[in-house]
Nanobody
Framework: QVLLGESGGGLVQAGGSLRLSCAASGPTFTTRSVGWFRQAPGKDRIFVAAINWIGVSTMTAQSVKGRFTVARDNAKNFVYLQMNSLKAEDTAVYYC??????????????????WGQGTQVTVSS
């Protein structure tokens, strides 16, 4: 059993920045890749970014490349999503999710068995 919780969302003006945190508890968290996904009202949940279990490889969606970065601190069981140059189209509920042990990077939601409750990010324009 892996428990996840997101924090750091809020209201920000276009061009601003936010840092989201994903706190995890449970066994073998440091052996799991962590992905970030987002879902806007009336739209599908889509991939944003991911980091592998050892923290040396990352993947980002084309729509956020160069603006968002993902990092992890395994000693504290935290994963972070730094969001810069935010746009109105970034407005969504953001979720973090944990993979099976030792799985590599993936953008597929079905590859992540454990999910947080989400945190709202609203970008005004």
């Amino acid at each position: 059993q892996v428990l996840l919780g997101e924090s750091g969302g809020g209201l920000v003006q276009a061009g601003g920045s936010l840092r989201l945190s994903c706190a995890a508890s449970g066994p073998t968290f440091t052996t799991r890749s962590v992905g970030w996904f987002r879902q806007a009202p009336g739209k599908d949940r889509i991939f944003v970014a991911a980091i592998n279990w050892i923290g040396v490889s990352t993947m980002t969606a084309q729509s956020v490349k160069g603006r968002f970065t993902v990092a992890r601190d395994n000693a504290k069981n935290f994963v972070y999503l730094q969001m810069n140059s935010l746009k109105a189209e970034d407005t969504a509920v953001y979720y973090c999710a944990a993979s099976r042990p030792y799985d590599g990077l993936t953008s597929t939601p079905e590859s992540y068995p454990y999910w947080g409750q989400g945190t709202q990010v609203t970008v005004s324009s």
